[in-house]
């Protein structure tokens, strides 16, 4: 199943100069951090979700990449279907004055948006990322659409190098 996502990690301590990719190299304060991403590529939304659990990559890819290995995955809500939802994501989250916009550019090199990466110092609710996920449905979906949801709860130990 292909489709798009929603990645949500905690930061448990401030990192200092963290070189990303070639956007330069940024401070992050603990707190968490929303990731957006989408898998439209083979092996769709299982593979790439399955990338992205893994703490450490050999090759760094995509910006998250750099940012992982100190990062404890929380949740991943998943909406699998036909539908590019990355976009209209990145815009609900940057329109609520909870969130902020850490780096730049973050991860949207392919879609235009200003970031994928979102900042909130206390845990994004169920109520937001609930909202979130089904404005987008409303504005992009059309009855009949076979779709899919996931929510995923992890509670990752830093310690283990998952």
Not at 32 to 45: D, E, H, K, N, P
Not at 52 to 77: G, M, S, T, V
Not at 91 to 115: H, I, K, M, W, Y
Request: glycine share 10%; net charge neutral; with cysteine.
């Amino acid at each position: 199943m292909k489709g798009s996502y929603i990645l949500v990690f905690q930061l448990d301590r401030p990192l200092n100069a963290i070189a990303i990719g070639r956007l330069g190299c940024f401070d992050f304060v603990p707190g968490y951090y929303i990731y957006i991403g989408s898998a439209f590529g083979s092996g769709g939304l299982p593979a790439r979700l399955a990338y992205h659990q893994r703490r450490y990559k050999a090759h760094p890819h995509w910006h998250i990449d750099y940012l992982r290995p100190f990062l404890n995955l929380c949740e991943i809500w998943t909406v699998g279907g036909p539908h590019r939802l990355e976009c209209s994501w990145c815009e609900l989250f940057a329109a609520n004055p909870a969130l902020q916009r850490p780096v730049a550019g973050f991860g949207s090199r392919d879609t235009g948006c200003a970031s994928h990466l979102f900042f909130s110092a206390r845990r994004p609710s169920l109520h937001l990322l609930t909202n979130t996920l089904l404005n987008s449905l409303n504005k992009h979906v059309n009855n009949g659409d076979e779709l899919q949801i996931e929510v995923h709860a992890y509670d990752e130990d830093p310690s283990n190098g998952a």
